[in-house]
Structures are given as C-alpha cells and as structure tokens.
C-alpha cells in the first residue's frame, strides 16, 4: 500500500533540472508532494487530485497519471534552497481520506 | 512561526517513565495526527481526531495513548516505552478530509527510549 518513491536520492548542480517519481499498486484519489529539510517540519508543497485538479507552488510542477497510478515531481531551474527529502502521499479517497507517505527521495543541490 | 506547536522538541525517557507529549494548532483546523518518522522509514500514521473525535488508530500499541481535549490541543501520553519506539514523533493539522488538503506539520518531538 505504500507508494514507491524514485530515485531514493540525487544530487543536482544549481540550476539542473530533476525528476522524482512516485507510484502506487493502489488506485488512487490524490497524491500529495512535501518537503522536509534537515530538523524542521515537512512543507506542503502540492496536491494533485483525480479528475486534474492542482493546488501548490508556484515554481514546482507535478502530474499525475490516475490510469498509472503515478505521479512525478519536476523541479527545474533548481536553487540551492530545494535541497531536503520529498514525500509523497498518496489517498485513496473514502471520507477518512488519510495518507500513506512513501520513504522519501533525498535531494541535495550544490553550488 | 509555523501554526503548529510541538512540545518539547526533545525528550530522553527511561522504560519505566510516563511522559506526554504536547501540539497545539492555531489555525483553526478541526482535524490532527499524530505521525511516528524513524530513520530510513516512512512517515506512519499513527492517531487520526477529527472534531475531537479519535476516528482512525493504525494498530498502535497501547503504551500510546493519545488525548484531544480541543480542536486545538492534541497529547500523545507514553507509558513504558521501548527502545524501538525512539523517533522523531510529528503532530499535523488540516482542514478537511487529508486526502483533499494540505497538512500542516508541528516541527516535531525528538524522542530517545533509553
């Protein structure tokens, strides 16, 4: 039940763009995508919900595939503040509606 | 300032010990978690209040206790702990179903079982 994350890290020069997938055996209603840098609280950064609706940031882009069961992360033009763990969760919809969050996919970008 | 409050932000306790751990939201959300993140392990679900009202417990054991006075306090009481359970224990708040919005997280409490 829990979404598998990938890659499991990188490592990006400022400026490079990444991808960062994530998948589900589960058909799913939503996919959410956090942030959580070293010692703090994880961030919201969006939600992808199916029938196409998104909510998030700004600079970050995601999709999702709900015949996949998949979604995946683009971060582009990268700064040296995207470095931390990414999370995604994934909700199987229902009136509990809670999430299962993957292992995470640790991003590091140097100068 | 984040909108959650999580205290303290570390606690060392013996096996024997009872502690409480403390979140306070101020953002007038009326549902809250509790998550357990050990190293190398994914976020877990552990507690789900909604209006107060405990509506999910993902097979925790007992030693957990948790505790929703308000919409705006949860508590997490522990009780003869084990070693094993030593992780970084995060309280989150939402409006709404969490499926279909964003959580806010409490920076987290730092817990050693020693």
């Known amino acids: 039940q829990q979404p598998v994350q990938s890659p499991q890290a990188v490592i990006l020069r400022e400026g490079e763009d990444a991808v960062i997938n994530c998948s589900s055996s589960k058909a799913l209603y939503s996919v959410h995508w956090y942030r959580q840098k070293h010692g703090e609280a994880p961030v919201f950064l969006m939600i992808?919900?199916?029938?196409?609706e998104q909510k998030g940031h700004e600079k970050i882009s995601a999709s999702f595939n709900e015949k996949k069961q998949q979604s995946s992360l683009y971060l582009t033009a990268s700064q040296l503040s995207y470095s931390g763990t990414y999370f995604c969760?994934?909700?199987?919809?229902?009136?509990?509606?809670?999430?299962?969050f993957g292992k995470g996919t640790k991003l590091s970008v140097k100068p | 300032e984040t909108g959650v409050t999580q205290t303290p932000r570390h606690l060392v306790m013996g096996m024997t010990n009872k502690k409480s751990l403390k979140c306070e939201q101020h953002l007038g959300h009326n549902a809250m978690y509790w998550y357990k993140q050990s190293a190398k392990k994914p976020l877990e679900l552990m507690f789900v209040?909604?209006?107060?009202?405990?509506?999910e417990n993902n097979s925790v054991p007992s030693r957990f206790s948790p505790e929703c006075p308000n919409s705006s306090h949860l508590f997490l009481h522990l009780h003869t702990l084990q070693p094993e359970d030593s992780a970084l224990y995060l309280c989150?708040?939402?409006?709404?179903?969490?499926?279909?919005?964003?959580?806010?997280f409490g920076q987290g409490t730092r817990l050693t079982v020693v």
């Open positions: 992808l919900l199916k029938g196409g």
């Open positions: 989150a708040s939402s409006q709404g179903v969490l499926a279909n919005t964003e959580a806010f």
């Open positions: 209040y909604s209006l107060e009202e405990r509506v």
């Open positions: 969760g994934t909700g199987p919809g229902g009136s509990q509606g809670n999430l299962i």
